[in-house]
């Protein structure tokens, strides 16, 4: 059946077609549904905005509304080369038709860890777009003609530039007739005209002391010293010896960086050149390092003795992945989270400290573990333990049987478990304030949890953990005007 001219005619207005977003399943997991539209991805050079939902399998209530939602959209701003991801705005929907609610979130950039919804779509947006084969062919033929293009400029250049020259003198050797190079080459002109000096005739008339001629101007690179050394025989008349057999000829140029010293390193640590005072110095994106106002770790004095309400944990017993990264051992660990003020967190991995990053009226603990936690809405939590002096841990003693030999090598113990819960104390009572990240790039907006009664480690566990890592904790910041609240 020929289709109808309405429907044709319909199908070709702009925007007919697109008007619903085409929402593909990139993952599917117990309780909920990962979805993205590619119609929406913008690409910038290795930037790439994307739209995606997730949809869950059963309701849950928006604590600002009080209205149960299944759908959450988001677009999302994603940076393929630093694997960091930036959430401009949300979506909360009951159905797809039915929107609860949009929010613009003027957020941070935040590293995207693995596992999670943010690395999913990140791994889809970021494959290199397929092109098709006779556009590549018109990319390889434009290229190739302005490389075309690009030489006979360079060779009428140089040809000009021969031309104006004035005519060689009868004594001097004949100039090659190849173009001369675009680098210059010191050693080969002094050699050059040495030997027409050598097959010139001896001068009848007194000899006329030579004039050095000025070296040729090279352009260097503004911040680097030029340093020239001139190992080549000076002039001589030619009543003098000659120089000595194996003496070198020419000339050596060398490029020294004038700030070579005090040049940061590229990457970040706890000492020397790259510690934390230099973090936001090596890289712009850690601007937050140097003028954030809601920077962690804190000294913990003055805090509002309240009513906290109790968090509840739900920490389960789950095999793990250790991993020491340069910069901490870190344990991934999965199905456990907590619940706080009607919103969930997933527990990602634990990192551990020395020493212990939070200081409580300027006392500094031996170690702490801080637990990274991540809401569905992406909101991070860190709850965080302090270890003091004692008997020995069982699941510090766990993780330690299983470090890896070297880092950056994740060991996944097929056997061993790991229980969270039993690494907190009998204690629920916390201290808690708003604060940020204490790594590059230092991110504001985390909720901090820390446990007010410390857990005993064993001198030997402590040890163990100062052969990797001295220090790998950021000094305390300034706790400036914000709240800070702990349990009565």
Known sequence: MRPKPLIILLAALPGFALAAPSWQNISAESGRRIELDRSTLKRTGNVVEAQSRVTLDRELIDNRTGTPYKIIEATTRYDCTTRSARTIKRIYRQTDKDTLREEEIAGAELPVRSGTLDDRVLREVCRPPKENPLELAQKANEAASQLQQANEALVKKEVAKSEAQAPAKSQEAPVAS?????????????????????????????????????LPTINVPTGTTQVVRNNAPAPRAASKPASKPGSDSGYMLELVRADGASRLPTGWSYEGAGGPDNWARIDPRNLLCATGKRQSPIDIRDGIKVDLEPIRFDYRASTFRIVDDGHAVTVAVGDSSFSLTGKTYDLEQIVFRRPGETRVNGQRYEMSAQLMHRSLDGNLAVVEILFERGAEHPQIQTLWNHLPLERNLRVQPPKAVLEPAKMLPESGHYYTFMGSLTTPPCTEGVLWIVMKQPVQISDEQIRIFSRLYRINARPVQATGDRLIKESR
Not at 201 to 209: G, I, Q, R, S, Y
């Open 178 to 214: 190849v173009l001369p190079s675009i680098r210059p080459n010191l050693r080969a002109v002094v050699e050059s005209k040495a030997a027409a000096e050598q097959q010139a005739p001896a001068p009848v008339e007194k000899p006329v002391p030579t004039v050095a001629k000025p």
